[in-house]
T-cell receptor, first 115, second 114 residues
Framework: DQQVKQNSPSLSVQEGRISILNCDYTNSMFDYFLWYKKYPAEGPTFLISISSIKDKNEDGRFTVFLNKSAKHLSLHIVPSQPGDSAVYFCAASAFGGTSYGKLTFGQGTILTVHP | ETGVTQSPTHLIKTRGQQVTLRCSSQSGHNTVSWYQQALGQGPQFIFQYYREEENGRGNFPPRFSGLQFPNYSSELNVNALELDDSALYLC?????????????FGPGTRLTVL
């Protein structure tokens, strides 16, 4: 049962343009959502998070949008830079139940930003 | 401020052996979570330790066990290694065990089982 899904395995974007990475979830007990970036041979690096009481959170070039009714979140990167090329993981944690305190990850999206 | 560290970086074992992986949490963090990441997949939750007690467990067999020490560092032990245990093992620490406590990851230990 894949509770967090990233349906696009890869995304290719031109430098300076917007990158939009998408994530869908099924567990209505998820109340906190995070995006991590991962380079090969490194651990995931925390990028940005959003609580379920918000619908948008912004940090520099990164903005996360949450649509609770659609159980969908997205990460926008503007402008995209070649150094943003990495695997991006969406993750969620729940306020109760068996998922409490643990992160449930999507499968990841490989972002490639071309110069 | 020191981040999350893990040791060793790489490890090669044979089937049936036992392995211990180590993690030092970030300063001020009392919660450590362990994840297994297979190739091409997202990390899968193994278990979490909060103040030296197991505080949640994922869908992993009992041969995966752990410890957390008074300084909040942690160990992951895997007995009777199987080929499918080959993966990147990630440790993450967080300020506490709440659902809105951001988890910060270490660089991981790459385990290969032959």
């Amino acid at each position: 049962d894949q509770q967090v899904k990233q349906n696009s395995p890869s995304l290719s974007v031109q430098e300076g343009r917007i990158s939009i990475l998408n994530c869908d979830y099924t567990n209505s007990m998820f109340d906190y959502f995070l995006w991590y970036k991962k380079y090969p041979a490194e651990g995931p690096t925390f990028l940005i998070s959003i609580s379920s009481i918000k619908d948008k959170n912004e940090d520099g070039r990164f903005t996360v949008f949450l649509n609770k009714s659609a159980k969908h979140l997205s990460l926008h990167i503007v402008p995209s830079q070649p150094g943003d090329s990495a695997v991006y993981f969406c993750a969620a944690s729940a306020f109760g139940g068996t998922s409490y305190g643990k992160l449930t990850f999507g499968q990841g999206t490989i972002l490639t930003v071309h110069p | 401020e020191t981040g999350v560290t893990q040791s060793p970086t790489h490890l090669i074992k044979t089937r049936g052996q036992q392995v211990t992986l180590r993690c030092s949490s970030q300063s001020g963090h009392n919660t450590v979570s362990w994840y297994q990441q297979a190739l091409g997949q997202g990390p899968q939750f193994i278990f979490q330790y909060y103040r030296e007690e197991e505080n949640g467990r994922g869908n992993f067999p009992p041969r995966f066990s752990g410890l957390q020490f008074p300084n909040y560092s942690s160990e992951l032990n895997v007995n009777a290694l199987e080929l499918d245990d080959s993966a990147l093992y990630l440790c993450a620490s967080s300020p506490s065990s709440g659902s809105t406590d951001t988890q910060y990851f270490g660089p991981g230990t790459r385990l290969t089982v032959l």
